[in-house]
């Protein structure tokens, strides 16, 4: 969970820096929205569970961690097919 809410720092920062320039504007918002879906399904798991190491945690934090390399390999290609 830390490094989920460590990614999602960076996250929320690269949208403060930086407009997401993409010539597919539906699948970024889909992105974030599914990595919004994961986060509050993993805190909400955690709230229950009571436990980091649960399994069930750790399989939506992995599930996460896969969806924000999505989203950040995403905005990478995005932005240098504008260059």
Same mark, same amino acid.
């Given at each position: 969970m830390a490094e989920a809410e460590h990614? =999602? &720092?960076?996250? =929320?920062? #690269?949208?403060a820096e930086a407009p997401i320039i993409s010539?597919?504007?539906n699948r970024t918002a889909d992105l974030a929205e599914e990595i919004d879906r994961l986060r509050k399904a993993m805190t909400d798991t955690f709230m229950r569970e009571h436990s980091f &190491?649960?399994?069930s945690v750790m399989e939506l934090s992995?599930? #996460?961690d896969l969806k924000i390399n999505e989203y950040m390999k995403h905005v990478l290609m995005s932005r240098?097919?504008?260059r």
């Open positions: 990614n =999602s &720092i960076h996250m =929320s920062s #690269l949208h010539h597919y504007p &190491i649960a399994e992995r599930q #996460l240098e097919g504008v």
